[in-house]
Each structure stands twice: as C-alpha cells, then as structure tokens.
C-alpha cells in the first residue's frame, strides 16, 4: 500500500485528493503548509507528494528544493495558474509532474499511478547483453536500485526523468519524437504536454552538467531527441 503526502492550503481540496486516493488502496498524510509538509515528509514517509505551489508563507517550489536535498521522492505539482513558468520551474528543479486546478481527480490519480507504476518497473533488472548496467560512454543506469550515475558519481534523477533516459539508452541509436518520449515515460491515456519533455529533458542535461556531463541528451531538430555520446 502506498503512502500519498498531500500538501496544499485549502482543506476542501486536500479533502478531495484524499477521498480519491483512498478509494484506490491508497494511504494518505496531510499537510496544510509548507513547514507542516517538511514534518509530515520526515514522520510518514511517503511515496510520492502531491505538492500546491501557492501557498502563503513557504511555497511549494521552496518545499520541493528542500525535499530534495535529501530525497528523490516523486513529486506532482499543482498549480491554480495555467502558466508556463510555474510548470517548468516546477520541473526543473525536482518536480516529476504537474496538474492544474481546476483538475479531476480521475487525472490526478492517474497521474500518481503511471509515477508509482514507474517506479516499480524501475525496480526489476535491466540489463544489457553483457550483465552490466545499462549504460552509454560515462552514463550507467542501474535499473534495480534506481541510480544512475556519471563517471561513478551518483546523479539525482527524478523518477521521469530516469525512465526519460532509460529509454533512450535502450535504443541508443533512435531520434525520439516528443510523443514517442511521452508514451514510454506515462501511461497512454495520460494527457501531458510537448513543455513537460522539454522540462525533463532540461533536467537531466543540468544534471548531468554540474557534474561535468556533456553531450548527454542531443537535440534532433524537427524530430526532438537522442542520446548523445555521454562525454
């Protein structure tokens, strides 16, 4: 059973998340704030979080940079603005996903399962011909424990994020479209946009940059991406 972290201000709505998730089997924390979410995060553990990015006092994007400073735990944003900047800040600084309000819950549960589902695959072996890693130059993934690394260092992907490059280094060679990058990191039927693969892929090419990774993730003009040479 998965334990949900449900953040935002406004009751009504962590009320409707709730009743969501805990039809489907699901546990759920809650928190009205930004400081309450730190505590619930440390004393609940969840899975996954479900994070408001508006709220008074300490906002979900400074939520989100201290949770991961210490773990990668998914987390989906929700946002009352339809605006750009919000989402792709939200993603590039840790952020797995994000919702805007007014959303269904049907979507957001959606959403939440495709991440956990994610995961779990994430969880069984993956291995290249040879019974290493799947890997490419310096990059290596190792799919059971959900770590990849640069050169052997530990790089702190996000669970879309390391499917977005799992996929990739599975077929080395192949210039993804967006949607083709789309249907290997969600499951079909969730609705996301061209912004969100950009945003995940800004985020592991930062990632991957401060640790002195280049040439991880190449743009394909007029198709979208490939891997690079991951040197």
């Given at each position: 059973?998965?334990t ?10 962590r ?9 489907t ?26 994070l ?28 009352s ?8 800040i ?16 049907r ?13 779990k ?9 040879s019974?290493?890693?799947l ?19 530990d790089?702190?992907?996000t ?29 079909q ?6 912004r ?12 991957f ?18 891997l690079?040479?991951?040197?």
């Amino acid at each position: 059973m998965h334990t949900i972290l449900v953040v935002d201000d406004d009751a009504h709505i962590r009320d409707v998340i709730r009743f969501a998730l805990e039809q489907t089997g699901m546990r759920v924390a809650e928190a009205g704030d930004g400081a309450e979410a730190l505590e619930q995060f440390r004393s609940a553990g969840p899975d996954l979080v479900i994070l408001d990015i508006l709220m008074p006092e300490m906002d979900g994007l400074e939520v989100c940079r201290q949770l991961r400073k210490h773990a990668d735990t998914p987390i989906v944003f929700l946002t009352s603005r339809d605006d750009e900047i919000d989402r792709v800040i939200g993603l590039e600084i840790g952020g797995d996903d994000y919702v805007v309000k007014p959303f269904s819950p049907r979507e957001l549960v959606a959403r939440v399962n495709a991440i956990l589902r994610r995961l779990k695959k994430g969880g069984s072996p993956v291995e290249s011909v040879s019974g290493k890693p799947l890997g490419r130059g310096l990059v290596a993934l190792d799919v059971q424990s959900h770590v990849a690394t640069w050169d052997g260092e530990d790089v702190p992907l996000t669970a879309m994020e390391f499917s977005l490059l799992q996929a990739m280094l599975r077929h080395p060679t192949k210039a993804f479209t967006r949607d083709e990058l789309m249907d290997r990191v969600y499951d079909q039927g969730v609705a996301v946009s061209d912004r969100t693969i950009d945003s995940h892929v800004r985020g592991v090419r930062a990632k991957f940059a401060a640790l002195g990774g280049g040439h991880v993730i190449e743009t394909v003009h007029g198709v979208g991406y490939k891997l690079g040479t991951c040197r």
